[in-house]
Nanobody, 114 residues
Framework: QVQLVESGGGLVQPGGSLRLSCAAS????????MSWYRQAPGKEREFVARISNGGSGTRYADFVKGRFTISRDNAKNTVYLQMNSLKPEDTAVYYCYVRQLGSWGQGTQVTVSS
């Protein structure tokens, strides 16, 4: 079955960096676009970034442009989210998502605080 396992979250100070990973299994990873979403306490889940199946096409939410970079390694069945210049408002649970399969990971907590 489809499995998406996120990792790499944690506590970081404002201005710091984190790299999230999402390890995928149970489907042909290289055939699917992958996305990251996030959900802050009391808020709806929101789109963060998307990458095409081959990795050549990316799209970002306006609030992360220039700070976050999505990438993928199809040989490792893994998608990444490099997050730089983190702000307290980036605090959320971050989820990996395959829209065409309707599958979500369990999420990884990112907390930005001094």
């Amino acid at each position: 079955q489809v499995q998406l396992v996120e990792s790499g979250g944690g506590l970081v100070q404002p201005g710091g960096s984190l790299r999230l990973s999402c390890a995928a299994s149970g489907f042909t990873f290289s055939s699917y676009a992958m996305s990251w979403y996030r959900q802050a306490p009391g808020k709806e889940r929101e789109f963060v970034a998307r990458i095409s199946n081959g990795g050549s096409g990316t799209r970002y939410a306006d609030f992360v442009k220039g700070r976050f970079t999505i990438s993928r390694d199809n040989a490792k069945n893994t998608v990444y989210l490099q997050m730089n210049s983190l702000k307290p408002e980036d605090t959320a649970v971050y989820y990996c998502y395959v829209r065409q399969l309707g599958s979500w990971g369990q999420g990884t907590q990112v907390t930005v605080s001094s």
